[in-house]
């Protein structure tokens, strides 16, 4: 049975625009079995130029495209978003009740899910570390990957949960800090701190942006990888938990040798 998906995104980078573009190739060639019902953003036209273009690919493929500004709701709400929370996402499941996707997935989406939205569906979120690795957006990661002068990271896909960033994870695929590409990266850094690199050169310095390019390279694969797990009933999520096609518990499954022979090939 085709996988019914519903995908939310704030569209503001080059990963998040990345990640939906694979998964739209994929199903344009059937490698992935999957119907997309809908693209959710909370940013509207004109917010960003980010957004825009990413705008324009949902609406070039003929995808419906809903919006609601989650800066226009903090500024009518004296910039309490916390506060509102639940209400925001209560008029966001009102504008996805003609819609009833079976997964919905969270690449790129700026803002925490309320009980309201999480207890309504199933919800996938990518976060680019590992399962072990350091939490928060991909900016803080980094540069905490540089303070603990890491050997390795990776990126995770994990389960929603109403605890942030708390929700057991799905899948991963991990790729090293050394070798060839990071060994001068690390000499120039020195013994530096990340407060000191930030200072010295900010989010241009060219370790901070080797990680993250190496992760913008395997993040939409090892997303894609998993949501086939799931077009193809090998993973699904039954009461909360991860099981597999016999309904049994699953492990996150480590899908490195398949992400990395694909980045590879490409």
Not at 63 to 92: C, I, Q
Not at 231 to 258: F, H, Y
């Amino acid at each position: 049975m085709t996988l019914q998906l519903g995908w939310f995104s704030t569209g503001r980078g080059q990963g998040s625009r990345g990640m939906l573009e694979r998964a739209l190739q994929a199903i344009d060639t059937g490698e992935l079995d999957a119907r997309l019902q809908f693209v959710f953003s909370n940013w509207e036209r004109g917010e960003g130029e980010g957004s825009d273009r990413f705008f324009d690919l949902v609406e070039s493929r003929g995808v419906p495209l809903l919006t609601y500004s989650s800066r226009k709701f903090r500024r009518a709400h004296d910039g309490d978003f916390g506060a509102h929370r639940a209400e925001y996402d209560a008029h966001v499941l009102g504008l996805l009740s003609p819609y009833s996707p079976g997964l919905c997935v969270l690449a790129g989406y700026l803002l925490v899910l309320s009980p309201v939205l999480c207890q309504a569906g199933t919800f996938i979120n990518m976060h680019p570390a590992l399962p072990d690795g350091p939490k928060g957006l991909w900016q803080s990661v980094n540069w905490e990957l540089i303070d603990r002068r890491a050997p390795e990271t990776g990126a995770m896909v994990f389960l929603v949960i109403e605890a942030v960033d708390e929700g057991p994870p799905i899948a991963y695929a991990r790729f090293p800090l050394r070798g060839p590409r990071f060994d001068p990266l690390w000499a120039r850094a020195g013994v530096e701190s990340s407060m000191a690199l930030r200072e010295l050169r900010g989010e241009e310095d060219s370790l901070f942006q080797a990680i993250r390019q190496e992760g913008l390279r395997r993040e939409p694969v090892l997303l894609l990888e998993t949501l086939k797990a799931f077009a193809k009933n090998e993973l699904r999520i039954d009461g909360g938990r991860l099981v597999d096609a016999q309904g049994r518990p699953a492990s996150p499954r480590d899908l490195t040798p398949r992400v990395e022979a694909i980045v590879a090939a490409h």
